[in-house]
């Protein structure tokens, strides 16, 4: 055999060794590739729901929070802060009428009503509420004289009247009134003496009837 025939075998042997070789390696490309592309498929999925989780988790906390806000809401504008209208004009010139104003409900849950505290009360009536100032607490004693309120004995003092107003008897024929307070009873009366319906009418209320202290 020649030289030229020898080689010529050699190379017809060493193509077919060199594609027999590059195929298995173009197999396990393609199933690399194949895997690949499901690896990315399956983290595509997997951040989808995800996604989705996380949109349904910011969307429950958004319903928890508004509705806690809207109890948080409701517990203190019905235990704590309450806008009051004030409707007539018993309590001019410290409150004017058809004027909005905050009661303050938490304030006498931890303590007692002191005299000058503007209250919200119940009207002993039954007609509603009623907005007045306390001139006498519990076991005091009020004397209405002359124009004059006397508390225990001593003379009140009021700077929050107007100039020169007066305070006499609901009963117009009478010029003195003397009250006597219980263990659980308040005297209050408007800041308007002459145009207020209260304690001189109605007689002292109780501790349950008082509502809260106004803001002003």
């Not at 990315?40 to 928890?64: D, P």
């Not at 009020?142 to 009247?161: A, C, D, F, Q, T």
Request: net charge positive.
């Amino acid at each position: 055999m020649t030289m030229r025939k020898r080689k010529f075998i050699r190379f017809r042997l060493h193509v077919p060794v060199k594609w027999m070789m590059r195929r298995p390696a173009r197999k396990l490309a393609k199933n690399s590739r194949d895997y690949a592309g499901w690896q990315v498929r399956r983290w595509s999925l997997y951040r989808l729901r995800f996604s989705w989780a996380r949109f349904f988790e910011e969307f429950g906390s958004a319903v928890c929070l508004l509705c806690l806000a809207a109890l948080s809401f409701l517990l203190i504008s019905h235990f704590v802060f309450q806008s009051v209208q004030v409707l007539g004009p018993s309590m001019y010139p410290t409150l004017a009428n058809t004027n909005y104003y905050w009661l303050n409900r938490f304030a006498y849950m931890l303590g007692d009503p002191h005299p000058g505290d503007i209250v919200a009360l119940r009207d002993p009536s039954g007609r509603g509420f009623d907005v007045k100032r306390i001139i006498a607490t519990p076991t005091q004693s009020i004397y209405i004289s002359h124009g004059r309120v006397y508390v225990n004995g001593k003379l009140m003092r009021e700077p929050y009247l107007p100039y020169r107003e007066l305070t006499f008897a609901y009963d117009l024929q009478s010029e003195d009134e003397y009250f006597c307070l219980g263990t659980n009873q308040f005297f209050v009366m408007g800041d308007n003496r002459g145009n207020s319906c209260d304690s001189r009418s109605f007689g002292p209320i109780t501790r349950g009837a008082i509502l809260g202290r106004l803001i002003q």
